[in-house]
Nanobody, 124 residues
Framework: QVQLVESGGGFVQVGGSLRISCAAS????????MGWFRQVPGKEREFVAA???????FYADSVKGRFTFSRDNAKNTVYLQMNSLKPEDTATYYC??????????????????WGQGTQVTVSS
């Protein structure tokens, strides 16, 4: 059974930085495409970033150049480093895993396992 647990969310001021984490059990993250999504109430879940087994990353245009997706294979954990945060980055951030190792997709239906989410609030 795959379990994903996010942590590291919180409050941060505009322009600040935050790193959120996703620790996995029951699955070796390096063999899966991993994704970060975010959602605000009343809106659809939005793709943020993804990484595949080879370390190739892909970012939404809205976060490109500000967010960095990384992976620590020894800890079986992925991270999302978020810099230059904006109020519009406020959301619940979800970690997700695909039953695939190479092909990155940006739609939520393409992911098979989800964490419970961690709240990120950017205040002005």
């Amino acid at each position: 059974q795959v379990q994903l647990v996010e942590s590291g969310g919180g409050f941060v001021q505009v322009g600040g930085s935050l790193r959120i984490s996703c620790a996995a059990s029951g699955r070796t993250l390096s063999s899966s495409v991993m994704g970060w999504f975010r959602q605000v109430p009343g809106k659809e879940r939005e793709f943020v970033a993804a990484i595949n087994w080879s370390g190739t990353t892909f970012y939404a245009d809205s976060v490109k150049g500000r967010f960095t997706f990384s992976r620590d294979n020894a800890k079986n954990t992925v991270y999302l480093q978020m810099n230059s945060l904006k109020p519009e980055d406020t959301a619940t951030y979800y970690c997700a895993a695909r039953n695939a190792r190479n092909l990155i997709v940006t739609y939520p239906q393409g992911y098979d396992y989800w964490g419970q989410g961690t709240q990120v609030t950017v205040s002005s």
